[in-house]
């Protein structure tokens, strides 16, 4: 009789939790981030059909290849990333950009760096295959 009781309230108790939550989730305003301007969406497209995902992350999501570049522009000044993008690395083909797409980049680079802080060298990783940040 007393672990039915037990057992009652527990669940009582995580279902009242759970519900609390949920409401406190669906009831909060989310945080609104200034949209990017039309030169950064054009750069996030051109990301996306250069496929540097494949090769680069964005808040540590992407290759491994090449760099995590959520912040490169805190990093790095404009002209070192047109330096990068002109002539490419060793690693890194030269696409042969345009200066108009090289600017495209840039303007995709600046406003990445004002939604968020990455740094994958921080990361723990757990032994369930699923990374956090400190």
Known sequence: MQTT????????????????????????EP???QPPNEAAQKGRILWQQKNCIS???????GGHLGPDL???FAKRS???????????????????LTKEEIELFIEFFK??????VADPTTFSKHIDGTISQP
């Open 5 to 28: 009781r037990y057992k009652f309230v527990v669940f009582l108790s995580l279902l009242l939790a759970f519900l609390s939550y949920s409401t406190a989730l669906y009831l909060t």
């Open 31 to 33: 945080q609104q981030l």
């Open 55 to 61: 090769c680069h992350q964005l808040y540590g999501l």
């Open 70 to 72: 959520t912040n490169v």
């Open 78 to 96: 404009g002209a070192y990333i047109e330096a990068f993008l002109q002539s490419g690395t060793q690693v890194m083909p030269d696409y042969n």
């Open 111 to 116: 406003y990445t760096n004002t939604t968020g």
